[in-house]
T-cell receptor, first 115, second 117 residues
Framework: EAGVVQSPRYKIIEKKQPVAFWCNPI?????LYWYLQNLGQGPELLIR????????DSQLPKDRFSAERLKGVDSTLKIQPAELGDSAVYLC?????????????FGPGTRLTVL | DAKTTQPPSMDCAEGRAANLPCNHSTISGNEYVYWYRQIHSQGPQYIIH???NNETNEMASLIITEDRKSSTLILPHATLRDTAVYYCIVRVKGGYAGGTSYGKLTFGQGTILTVHP
């Protein structure tokens, strides 16, 4: 069974440019998460989806970040425009049903460098 | 969710048991103890979780003290591939009800475990 797939694995852009990250969760997983991980820190939740509904986006900087999960399967996280401080690893995770406390399965992440 | 305290780093010899401590003195009765690890350049990986009883799976054992204020993750025979950052997290089981989302994983800085040959 394939794990959580993310693309691209690496992205280098100049500041003020837009960037998008894609995530395909494990088949059948209802819950999808996007995390941000700065160097030397643990991951921080940006947004959580239950199917296609964003149920926790309190940590998502909505002035420049947006996310969607239109059909309740794969998801895209976008930054527009990117700033130098957005350089980090963006992780996607999925789980079966959040309310059961199921373990979260993480993808390998996308490492973003903003120049 | 309750906060946790972990040592920033630990060393272990290959083949020996690695015992990783975690303090969570403010844990609530409905909060579970979860352990994840993150190997370099990979996403975090679930290891084990428990409420109050000791738990064991193919990866590790989790020992929770009777008062639930601390726990220890045990890797019985550490290998070089166990070198990683280990995160101890306490949380209620996740869910979404009444317009409120709860039980998210809040990662601290974890313990960097280095397994030596």
């Amino acid at each position: 069974e394939a794990g959580v797939v993310q693309s691209p694995r690496y992205k280098i852009i100049e500041k003020k440019q837009p960037v998008a990250f894609w995530c395909n969760p494990i088949s059948g997983h209802n819950t999808l998460y996007w995390y941000l991980q700065n160097l030397g820190q643990g991951p921080e939740l940006l947004i959580r989806y239950e199917n296609e509904e964003a149920v926790d986006d309190s940590q998502l900087p909505k002035d420049r970040f947006s996310a969607e999960r239109l059909k309740g399967v794969d998801s895209t996280l976008k930054i527009q425009p990117a700033e130098l401080g957005d350089s980090a690893v963006y992780l996607c995770a999925s789980s079966l049903v959040a309310s059961l406390g199921n373990e979260q399965f993480f993808g390998p992440g996308t490492r973003l460098t903003v120049l | 969710d309750a906060k946790t305290t972990q040592p920033p780093s630990m060393d272990c010899a290959e083949g020996r048991a690695a015992n990783l401590p975690c303090n969570h003195s403010t844990i609530s009765g409905n909060e579970y103890v979860y352990w994840y690890r993150q190997i370099h350049s990979q996403g975090p990986q679930y290891i084990i979780h428990g409420l109050k009883n000791n738990e064991t799976n193919e990866m590790a054992s989790l020992i929770i003290t009777e008062d639930r204020k601390s726990s220890t993750l045990i890797l019985p025979h550490a290998t070089l591939r166990d070198t990683a950052v280990y995160y101890c997290i306490v949380r209620v089981k996740g869910g979404y009800a009444g317009g409120t989302s709860y039980g998210k994983l809040t990662f601290g800085q974890g313990t960097i475990l280095t397994v030596h040959p």
